[in-house]
T-cell receptor, first 114, second 112 residues
Framework: DGGITQSPKYLFRKEGQNVTLSCEQN?????MYWYRQDPGQGLRLIYY???????QKGDIAEGYSVSREKKESFPLTVTSAQKNPTAFYLC?????????????FGPGTRLTVL | GQQVMQIPQYQHVQEGEDFTTYCNSS?????IQWYKQRPGGHPVFLIQ?????EVKKQKRLTFQFGEAKKNSSLHITATQTTDVGTYFC????????????FGKGTKLSVIP
């Protein structure tokens, strides 16, 4: 069964702790993305990666870090430097980071920082 | 930077009524995509428009891309309860641009 998996679905953390969100895809897609969604807001791009061992900052990268050691995996770390980390985080992938490619989204992780 | 405005933010309709959401970009787009997010779910790709003035239909959904490639609309005819969700447009600028800029979405509620 092909797709994108994100785990866990819900995550709670105490303020000041770093937390890593998982994103795995078996679609053989080259490009992967992380978005943040807040209530009543659209999706805002945090980081994206076009190829293994390479990634670029999106619009709101401050307080986040990523790695892309494998094609299938693109974990996102929400650091303690992120001032407002409570949000719904969506991972996506596409065949290539091209102009017309569509993005396939995972089910998301809802992070709550207490 | 590029901005994509989407209106209305919310729309409540009686089942069977039509629904339209509009997207406007501050810059010319190379293409625009539409996604639907069901309550509690994740965005799912609906369609992509590339050509100026393009119109595409999917059953009761009609998508349009403006002549100037700066605006787009999604029209649903005779809404059903299965249409409930948030509809997002997402635009790209430039031939080499891969980044999608999302509108804030229109949340559609359908009253049975």
């Amino acid at each position: 069964d092909g797709g994108i998996t994100q785990s866990p679905k819900y995550l709670f953390r105490k303020e000041g702790q770093n937390v890593t969100l998982s994103c795995e895809q078996n679609l053989n897609h080259d490009a992967m993305y992380w978005y943040r969604q807040d209530p009543g807001q659209g999706l805002r791009l945090i980081y994206y990666s076009q190829i293994v061992n390479d990634f670029q900052k999106g619009d709101i990268a401050e307080g986040y870090s990523v790695s892309r050691e494998k094609k299938e995996s693109f974990p996102l770390t929400v650091t303690s430097a992120q001032k407002n980390p409570t949000a719904f985080y969506l991972c996506a992938s596409s065949r290539v980071a091209g102009n017309t490619d569509t993005q396939y989204f995972g089910p998301g992780t809802r992070l709550t920082v207490l | 930077g590029q901005q994509v405005m989407q209106i209305p933010q919310y729309q409540h309709v009686q089942e069977g009524e039509d629904f339209t959401t509009y997207c406007n970009s501050s810059t010319t787009l190379s293409n625009i995509q539409w996604y639907k997010q069901r309550p509690g779910g994740h965005p799912v790709f609906l369609i992509q428009l590339v050509k100026s003035g393009e119109v595409k239909k999917q059953k009761r959904l009609t998508f349009q891309f403006g002549e100037a490639k700066k605006n787009s609309s999604l029209h649903i005819t005779a809404t059903q309860t299965t249409d409930v969700g948030t509809y997002f447009c997402a635009g790209r600028t430039g031939a080499g641009s891969y980044q999608l800029t999302f509108g804030k979405g229109t949340k559609l509620s359908v009253i049975p």
